[in-house]
């Protein structure tokens, strides 16, 4: 399912609409961007020369392999200044320098550059985009100056890093994070489906996630997903689905992107435009504790035990 599913979001790109409806458009005034924010469409895009694009992503990642080896001494060892001491964490909402963390689902890499930037530094963090390096320069303005100043700073990039099917990557499996943060997960609509159908595929992407990011985060790590929260999107539940993952909610707080300087929330395709994501919350996941004995279980486990040797006696 993970296979099929990885290979559907990774053909089809989609733009988000503000009024959260959907119209079938063609794609040619997709491409001319007929209408401006006023088209009250989710267009689809096929991705042209895929299996190019990917090869090049390979090729990419190959080149921060040496950076995914060192990334687990370079978090624990943190930085020092001159005298030996080690340097105050620094802070960005919910996020610390000291926190080792996995960003999903970048668009143009602003939200990974904006932490770099408050941080200092990007030796703690991966950043992973689902679409090519050469999509992304292609279709987002800001995207080559972010993903360079993230480099610069010690950051790690991937791409064709699926969501659904991560803690399997061949550059991720097997590693821990403190914090995995999914910003407006979405897989997009079509005009020929039913609001059902469209809800039961936003809820597969989710549901894969979170079966991926609780495999990824540390017993005390905690997984961010940043989503909005009226209308057909709280009809996602986001909480119900976690749960299925073991995962239990700590907290929903409201989400304000200008608190991150520089993070443009981009559609998934089409125009370098921004959507408008008001209003929205970062809904905060952790591992649910192990189960415990209760009580009455346990003193109906003794209650049998005296019965059993009372009866062999």
């Avoid at 932490?115 to 200092?120: C, D, N, S, T, V």
């Avoid at 890093?161 to 999914?182: C, P, Q, W």
Wanted: charged content about 20%.
């Amino acid at each position: 399912m993970g296979q099929i599913f990885s290979i559907f979001l990774s053909i089809f790109r989609v733009r988000e609409d503000r009024n959260d409806h959907c119209l079938p458009t063609s794609l040619e005034s997709l491409l001319l961007d007929e209408g401006g924010d006023d088209n009250p469409c989710l267009d689809i895009v096929i991705h042209s020369n895929i299996s190019t694009e990917l090869q090049q992503d390979v090729e990419e990642n190959k080149q921060d392999s040496i950076h995914m080896q060192d990334l687990n001494s370079i978090v624990e060892i943190q930085e020092k200044d001159g005298d030996g001491k080690r340097e105050e964490d620094r802070w960005i909402q919910h996020y610390c320098s000291s926190q080792k963390m996995l960003l999903v689902g970048e668009g143009d890499f602003s939200f990974s550059a904006s932490l770099a930037k408050a941080f200092g530094s990007a030796s703690n963090m991966i950043a992973t985009s689902l679409d090519s390096r050469g999509f992304l320069f292609k279709n987002y303005g800001s995207a080559l100056f972010n993903i360079h100043e993230l480099r610069t700073r010690g950051c790690t990039i991937l791409h064709g890093v699926d969501a659904t099917e991560m803690a399997n990557h061949s550059s991720l499996k097997g590693m821990k994070f403190d914090r995995v943060i999914y910003n407006f997960p979405h897989a997009g609509f079509f005009g020929n489906e039913t609001s059902e159908q469209q809800i039961s595929r936003q809820q597969m992407l989710i549901s894969l996630f979170f079966e991926n990011a609780a495999q990824m985060i540390h017993g005390d790590g905690e997984i961010h997903v940043t989503h909005k929260s009226r209308g057909f999107f709280l009809n996602w539940n986001l909480k119900h689905l976690a749960s299925t993952a073991r995962l239990q909610l700590i907290e929903e707080v409201p989400f304000n992107f200008t608190d991150y300087e520089g993070y443009h929330t981009k559609y998934g395709f089409g125009g370098d435009k921004n959507f408008n994501c008001n209003p929205c919350k970062t809904y905060k996941f952790r591992l649910q504790p192990p189960e415990c004995p209760t009580a009455s279980s346990t003193t109906t486990t003794t209650v049998n035990a005296h019965h059993k040797m009372a009866f062999a006696i």
